[in-house]
């Protein structure tokens, strides 16, 4: 395949992306981080692989900054502290990871962000059914369908496509999206 397919078929899943996701889904997501953060409650982004680095991502541009001067903004990533990932998974399980820090830093009203391309890793399956425990929204960005977090999130964003690095393309589109319509709505 050339890289002009590449990008073709890319953009293609994009307008596709543009279709499936409706407005509405994507809006009760911006309201309910802007809800969370203008509240100062924290909201967690956790993945694995390239999911992992995408969680990494979202949350420097939170903290940070995205387009604007503005205050810091309560992001946390649950996939980039090395000794919590190693410590738990080596001492109990790989699966409880990331629900073990949702048990850390989550509280009601905050939000947990959990993107997972199939939907079925089972360390972002249990970060939200802990996030429905403690009283979290929690928001999935996944492929078709959603997999098996369907049942859990309480705004499922999925991405039409089973490529997993297809996906992950659409997910930054989506998320640099959020950044934005959040960082414009929590500008004071
Ligand atoms: O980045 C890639 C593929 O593009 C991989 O590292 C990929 O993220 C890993 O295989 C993940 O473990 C896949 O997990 P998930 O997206 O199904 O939750
Ligand atoms: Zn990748």
């Known amino acids: 395949m050339s890289f002009r ?23 009760a997501a911006i309201d309910a981080m802007v809800a969370a953060l203008t509240a100062n409650k924290a909201l967690l982004v956790c993945g694995n692989g390239g999911s992992a680095s995408d969680a990494m991502h979202i949350t420097g541009e939170l903290v940070g900054r995205f387009l604007k001067e503005r205050r810091a903004l309560k992001a946390i990533c649950l996939s980039s502290n090395p000794a919590v990932l190693t410590a738990w998974a080596n001492d109990y399980s790989y699966e409880t990871v990331f629900s073990r820090q949702v048990e850390a830093f989550g509280e009601p009203g905050g939000v947990l962000l959990g993107l997972s391309t199939s939907g079925n890793s089972m360390n972002v399956v249990k970060a939200f059914e802990e996030a429905r425990r403690i009283g979290m929204t929690s928001i999935a960005m996944t492929g078709q369908g959603g997999g098996k977090l369907a049942a859990q ?15 992950q ?9 959020l950044c934005e319509m959040v960082e414009a709505r929590c500008a004071n």
């Open 5 to 27: 397919t590449y990008c073709l078929d890319s953009a293609r899943l994009l307008e596709a992306t543009a279709t499936h996701v409706s407005d509405a889904r994507v809006e």
């Open 153 to 167: 999130a309480d705004i499922l964003l999925d991405v039409p496509s089973r490529s997993t690095p297809a996906i």
């Open 169 to 177: 393309q659409a997910h930054i589109c989506l998320y640099h999206y």
